[in-house]
């Protein structure tokens, strides 16, 4: 019963954003046409509510749950400094990708994937001398630490956080030191980047695509468009076209960060 | 057959009459009284206040352990942090009082909003520096369960902060230390500020540092909602009203050197209700004293600065208010996006507003110049002669304005040294200080917050050591000069 206050809560958080899109809902949520389970949630959780509000043992439990969700993130998003120590930045950023369960492409070699049980090869141990071209983190949890173990990878050109619900505006103003080398930038889905993060995105000169699609925070997204582009004269700006409508989630697979962009 | 004549009883007589009907006439307001009683009832049922005799629920309580004088950002960062720190849950009780709910003159609401560690001393980056990762991580520490998450509006931009020939060297040696205490900024020549910005006039520009993390501007009303929501489901108590006395006693004691001394003791707080003469005496252990702009008056209830001048008792609270104007305009061709918070030579700054051309910024008026703070009333003038031919210069761009709105808030100014007040007083014994911080209050809150926490509690500074920042130093004449304030 907890697991589905929590997922509600993640469900108010991210309210901007169809359900679907966060993958990570299972249950009752994904069922977007039944009716019945709605109208449960509603009394699940104005029951629970009242609860809260007259006891304050359930208010302390609840509040740690939320605490424990937030610090599960924490977790994931350690910095890996003794793996740098002993393989090398790209090695530590590479696994710390893997892990989080994005994929990785180190110059001249194939994309390395995690499978759907989360396990990946350990191949890439051998060449961490390679710098990483490329990073697919789409759907995963990287926030503002989990930053420097991917800032550590210093040539890399195709960076890819689409539907990353962690990434807000902070992080985006950390993407600075990669200026030299990236060149595509995809940040579709994201629910916590607005348009003040993309304003800090002009560092980034040497980017040539960026992919802003689907930005449910931003409030005027034609206009941002422009001033993007206007900010950004060398970088083709793709995605804001609000003809297609919602986009579900499970068809947008990023095929296009499949290779770098020529420069 | 009974079953017949009940209802048929129930027709007429003496059991038709109905509450509210009697005979004789006057009617008794039955539905009033019978919910007055309930609510009577209720009220004396364990979890309500009991309001048998007389509602006192709009006066504060009777005995308060930490009176908090100012229910801006600085006063409910001190209540939020005194309730994380205390040892055990429920320990502290503490009191808000502020006069105004709705924070019509309060320089919280008022404030420009923005945050930078462009400073010279390192207890301010560090502030600063907390300051930012607690915005950033203000959804795990202001979280309440089902409430929404807060969205402060965080504009991650930046400060470039401009230096003449003549303070080149001066902001150097600041970015050294700021990139010692870990704040990210970068030194820029003219040339290479042209190249980032095509916008600016670098003329008479020598040196120009940029931020280029945990800097930009913010919504202050957000973060104090998102306090005052947090803190008042901590179980901090607030009351609108006005302090309007301290009842102290005093106590002759000697020091080290035999020397006589009074320290004083504040044991009640009298609040003063708003538009009435009633009044509530709050016993209470600890004075918090962030009232900001009005600091001073504070101070002088509890007989701070009565005394010989030159000293310790004759030494009063250097704080006071001081008027500073924003102006907001549009600008169809002005800099774009990425523009930073721009703070020129001349001391006029100016940042973007939203993804219209809008544009807001102002200029401290220089001690010639000061307004009259009595009223927040906004000189345009002000911004015709002093700010506009600054601006124009810097951006050409703004030769073409138009102003379209403006407002006036106060700075809680420090005329000794233009920096914090933060710690006890020393003779006045319980009386904590968290004001004076001229301008840059909203950006330190949550860092001075847990300072003074940490003091009140512990008993010194743990995290960050704002020993520099105590009142002995107005009495010592130490001044901490800062030198980058806006």
Same mark, same amino acid.
């Given at each position: 019963m907890w697991d589905l206050v929590l997922e509600d809560r993640r469900i108010n958080s991210? #309210?901007?954003?169809?359900?679907?899109?966060?993958?990570?809902?299972?249950?009752? *949520? #994904?069922?977007?046409?039944?009716?019945a389970p709605e109208g449960n949630q509603k009394k699940k959780r104005t029951i629970l509510q009242f609860l809260t509000n007259y006891f304050y043992d359930v208010e302390a439990l609840r509040d740690y749950l939320l605490q424990r969700e937030m610090y599960k993130v924490h977790e994931k998003n350690r910095s890996y400094t003794w793996l740098e120590k002993q393989h090398g930045p790209y090695g530590a950023g590479a696994f710390f990708i893997l892990k989080q369960g994005g994929a990785v492409k180190f110059r001249d070699k194939e994309w390395i994937r995690p499978d759907k049980y989360g396990h990946f090869s350990q191949e890439f141990w051998n060449f961490c001398e390679v710098p990483v071209?490329?990073?697919?983190?789409?759907? $995963?949890?990287?926030n503002y630490e989990g930053l420097d173990n991917l800032l550590?990878?210093?040539?890399?050109q195709s960076l890819s956080l689409q539907? $990353?619900? *962690?990434?807000?505006d902070w992080c985006l103003s950390r993407?600075?030191?990669?200026a030299d080398s990236l060149q595509e930038l995809s940040l579709a889905? $994201?629910?916590?980047?607005s348009e003040r993060g993309l304003a800090?995105? *002009? *560092?980034? /000169?040497?980017?040539?695509r960026l992919d802003i699609s689907d930005?449910?925070?931003?409030?005027?997204p034609g206009l941002t468009q422009i001033l993007v582009e206007e900010m950004l004269p060398n970088c083709e700006v793709v995605g804001v076209d609000w003809a297609e409508g919602l986009k579900s989630g499970p068809?947008? /697979?990023?095929?296009?960060?499949a290779s770098p962009v020529p420069a | 057959m009974i079953r017949r004549v009940l209802p048929h009883g129930m027709g007429?007589?003496?059991?038709?009459?109905?509450?509210?009907?009697?005979?004789?006439?006057f009617s008794l307001d039955w539905d009033g009284k019978v919910s007055e009683i309930k609510k009577k009832i209720k009220s004396i049922l364990p979890g309500r206040s009991c309001?048998?005799?007389?509602?006192?629920?709009?006066l504060p309580p009777e005995h308060s352990d930490v009176v908090i004088v100012g229910g801006g950002v600085l006063g409910l960062s001190v209540a939020y942090w005194l309730k994380k720190l !205390?040892?055990?849950?429920?320990a502290i009780r503490v009191l808000v009082v502020e006069r105004?709910?709705?924070?019509?003159? &309060?320089?919280t609401g008022l404030s420009v909003g923005g945050i930078c560690?462009?400073?010279?001393l390192p207890e301010n980056i560090q502030l600063s520096l907390f300051s930012a990762s607690f915005l950033r991580n203000i959804n795990e520490y202001l979280a309440v369960v089902d409430a929404p998450p807060l969205d402060?509006? @965080?504009?991650?931009s930046g400060y470039l902060l401009l230096a003449s020939e003549k303070d080149a060297a001066a902001m150097e040696s600041n970015v050294k230390v700021q990139r010692q205490e870990g704040a990210k900024v970068s030194l820029m020549s003219p040339d290479q500020l042209r190249n980032k910005f095509?916008?600016?006039?670098? !003329?008479?520009? &020598?040196l120009a540092s940029y931020g280029m993390e945990d800097e930009g501007w913010f919504d202050p009303w957000c973060l104090l909602q998102g306090l005052r929501r947090k803190v008042q489901s901590l179980g901090v108590l607030f009351c609108q009203g006005e302090v309007t006395r301290f009842v102290s006693s005093s106590q002759r004691m000697l020091t080290t050197d035999d020397k006589a001394v009074v320290l004083k003791r504040i044991h009640e707080v009298h609040v003063k209700m708003d538009r009435s003469l009633e009044y509530q005496p709050v016993e209470c252990a600890i004075v918090i004293n &962030?009232?900001?702009?009005w600091s001073a008056q504070i101070a002088a209830l509890a007989?701070?600065? !009565?005394? =010989?001048?030159?000293t310790l008792q004759g030494t009063k609270l250097p704080v006071e208010p001081r008027k500073r104007y924003v102006y907001v305009w549009h600008c169809?061709?002005? =800099?774009?996006?990425?523009?930073?918070?721009v703070a020129d030579t001349s001391g006029a700054y100016f940042r973007r507003e939203g993804l219209g051309s809008n544009y807001l910024g102002g200029r401290s008026p220089t001690e010639q110049e000061e307004p009259d703070p009595a009223n927040l009333e906004v000189d345009h003038d002000f911004f015709q002669d002093k700010v506009w031919p600054h601006l124009a210069l810097r951006v050409? &761009? @703004? !030769?073409?304005l138009k102003v379209q709105s403006a407002w006036a808030g106060y700075y809680d100014y420090n005329?000794?040294?233009?920096n914090g007040v933060v710690g006890p007083h020393p003779l006045v014994v319980n009386m904590y200080f968290a004001t004076g911080?001229?301008?840059h209050g909203l950006q330190q809150a949550p860092g001075v917050g847990r300072a003074v926490a940490e003091m009140v509690l512990k008993g010194r500074f743990q995290t960050?050591?704002?020993?520099?920042?105590?009142?002995t130093r107005f009495y010592l004449g130490e001044k901490i000069q800062e030198n980058n304030i806006i």
């Open positions: 991210l #309210r901007l954003v169809a359900p679907m899109w966060n993958g990570r809902i299972r249950g009752i *949520h #994904r069922l977007g046409g039944a009716v071209e490329a990073v697919d983190a789409s759907d $995963c949890d990287i550590r990878l210093k040539e890399l539907r $990353c619900s *962690h990434v807000d993407l600075y030191p990669l889905g $994201c629910p916590r980047v800090c995105l *002009h *560092h980034l /000169q040497n980017l040539r930005l449910p925070a931003v409030s005027n068809e947008e /697979q990023p095929q296009d960060t | 007429r007589g003496l059991l038709t009459r109905r509450p509210g009907t009697r005979r004789g006439g309001d048998l005799l007389q509602d006192t629920s709009h !205390e040892s055990r849950r429920g105004d709910h709705t924070y019509s003159q &309060a320089s560690q462009q400073f010279s402060l509006r @965080f504009n991650p095509p916008w600016i006039n670098t !003329e008479g520009v &020598a &962030a009232a900001g702009a007989g701070i600065g !009565e005394g =010989p001048p030159g169809p061709q002005g =800099p774009g996006l990425e523009t930073p918070l050409p &761009a @703004f !030769e073409t005329t000794f040294d233009q911080f001229s301008g960050i050591d704002l020993s520099p920042f105590l009142f």
